[in-house]
């Protein structure tokens, strides 16, 4: 899998790709995929880089909210969208990096 698979959905490249649990699955009508990172930055300051990046390519942001996962990690989710594809942002602080994962829904629009 490409470590960044979709042209407006940039990443840092500080960022680690973690391609074992990323998935890009394709029908006719809609890609999705899940897009997962490590980063070695703070969950606010890795928000901040993908926001940057997401908004310099087309994306606005619809919503987001903080949260405690049950493992007790503090992360933050936040919703972009573009047309009628959506992005979530997931990033959790972890023991060793900060996860950063990366939801995606595109409709595949014929040519």
Request: charged share 25%.
């Amino acid at each position: 899998m490409p470590r960044q698979p979709f042209n407006d959905i940039l990443v840092p490249k500080e960022w680690v790709a973690y391609s074992r649990e990323s998935v890009i699955i394709q029908t006719p009508r809609v890609t999705a995929a899940k897009l997962i990172y490590f980063a070695e930055t703070t969950v606010d300051a890795t928000l901040a880089q993908a926001r940057q990046l997401l908004t310099q390519t087309g994306w606005t942001e619809t919503k987001s909210e903080r949260f405690v996962n049950p493992e007790k990690f503090p992360g933050v989710w936040a919703d972009f969208a573009k047309g009628d594809d959506i992005c979530r942002v997931t990033v959790i602080e972890g023991s060793h990096a900060t996860h950063v994962d990366y939801t995606v829904a595109r409709v595949n629009h014929p040519n």
